[in-house]
């Protein structure tokens, strides 16, 4: 039996009920979804930044950042 890759997608208001930012608190998951959250093959967010082992490029892309509704 071949490796099964996971993916994983940010939980925050794509698999969870999150409306603002409150210090150590998970809101409720959606109706319909899973609780999950562990390591995998490639992770979907909607603020990641790619590290290709280029420390310099790393910083580059963090000072640079810009979340996609800006």
Known sequence: MGYKKTILI???GVLNN???YEE???PSI???A???????YM???DRAIQFNG????LYKDIINFKV???
Do not use: M, R, S, V
């Not at 899973?34 to 995998?40: G, N, S």
């Not at 280029?54 to 490029?57: R, S, Y």
């Open 10 to 12: 940010d939980l925050d």
């Open 18 to 20: 999150y409306t603002h």
């Open 24 to 26: 150590n608190n998970i």
């Open 30 to 32: 959606k109706d319909g």
């Open 34 to 40: 899973k609780e999950f959250k562990i390591p995998a």
């Open 43 to 45: 992770y979907i967010d």
């Open 54 to 57: 280029n420390f310099e490029q």
């Open 68 to 70: 996609y509704w800006k």
